[in-house]
């Protein structure tokens, strides 16, 4: 079925709560960073994001920003990925991301994208 609304946790331990989509397929949630991510600043964090139609497509893609919620810097998440379905039933995505950070001048701007 594939359809991202509901309590998604990565490999890692954070967690993605999606509410329900809209008609046109978008939707938006909150993401929880989990203990690997390693900084006491992050808080939980809006997201936002839209997958492909399940009537059109049976393992959509989609994708969803985070906005990061952090005491002192400025940080957006772009998480783009494919919901698979096994031959038991069984929902997984898998995602790549991009991770951009504040950077101070354009000088600095090489080392705020990962």
């Given at each position: 079925?594939?359809?991202?609304?509901?309590?998604?946790?990565?490999?890692?331990?954070?967690?993605?709560?999606?509410?329900?989509?809209?008609?046109?397929n978008?939707?938006?949630?909150?993401?929880?960073?989990?203990?690997?991510?390693?900084?006491?600043?992050?808080?939980?964090?809006?997201?936002?994001?839209?997958q492909?139609?399940?009537?059109?497509?049976?393992?959509?893609?989609?994708?969803?920003?985070?906005?990061?919620?952090?005491?002192?810097?400025?940080?957006?998440?772009?998480?783009?990925?494919?919901?698979?379905?096994?031959?038991?039933?069984?929902?997984?995505?898998?995602?790549?991301?991009?991770?951009?950070?504040?950077?101070?001048?354009?000088?600095?701007?090489?080392?705020?994208?990962?």
């Amino acid at each position: 079925q594939c359809l991202l609304s509901g309590s998604w946790r990565s490999d890692t331990g954070c967690r993605m709560v999606v509410s329900t989509l809209d008609k046109d397929n978008r939707f938006s949630g909150f993401y929880l960073p989990g203990p690997a991510a390693g900084n006491s600043e992050l808080l939980t964090s809006p997201l936002e994001g839209s997958q492909q139609d399940t009537r059109l497509v049976p393992q959509p893609t989609f994708y969803f920003t985070v906005n990061w919620q952090l005491r002192e810097a400025a940080r957006t998440t772009v998480f783009l990925g494919q919901c698979y379905v096994d031959i038991n039933g069984e929902e997984t995505l898998r995602a790549l991301w991009l991770l951009r950070e504040l950077a101070d001048s354009p000088d600095e701007d090489w080392k705020a994208t990962r």
